[in-house]
């Protein structure tokens, strides 16, 4: 499935893509599910209510889970914005967990002009580009769960001298 997403590239709609993301097994073994993405890949808001099955030894949503629902997006919504001629990895991340997870959390992501405009520029000679991005785990009340701090790698790929 995964592969499918990847070779349609900018030309899946991204309805289709929350829906196959939202059904792919360790999103829907957690309850992870992804509530509003875009059409521009621009923004994405996930969420994921606390359950028997994510909750762990002190009845607090899993910190695995927590991570889990921040893990791709900014990587697909980069590589919805910049194309096919770009390389977008998930470099790294750092989490730390601020207050126990009691209740539904969600998280938002946004990217926006100057950020693709930054990557394209930095990329245009065909350096990598490496740079942090940032997102929150909130509760349902809107008080921060877990702070995220995505580390992507973004290079333009040579051109095929054919």
Known sequence: MTSWIR??????????VARLISLWTPYLGAGIRIVEIS???????????LSWYNRNYVGTQFGGSLYAMTDPFFM????NNVGPDYYVWDKGATIDFVAPGKTE???????NDEIIQK???E?????KYIFDLPVQVLDAK????AS?????YVRKKKKDPT
Do not use: N
């Open 142 to 145: 809107g008080e921060l769960v």
């Open 39 to 49: 059409p521009d890949y621009r923004y994405v808001k996930v969420c994921m209510k």
């Open 123 to 127: 990329t245009a000679a065909g350096e």
């Open 119 to 121: 990557v394209l520029q």
């Open 76 to 79: 697909l919504m980069l590589m």
């Open 7 to 16: 070779r349609m590239g900018a030309r899946t709609p991204s309805w289709l």
């Open 148 to 152: 995220v701090m995505k580390k992507l």
């Open 105 to 111: 959390v969600t998280a938002e992501f946004r990217i």
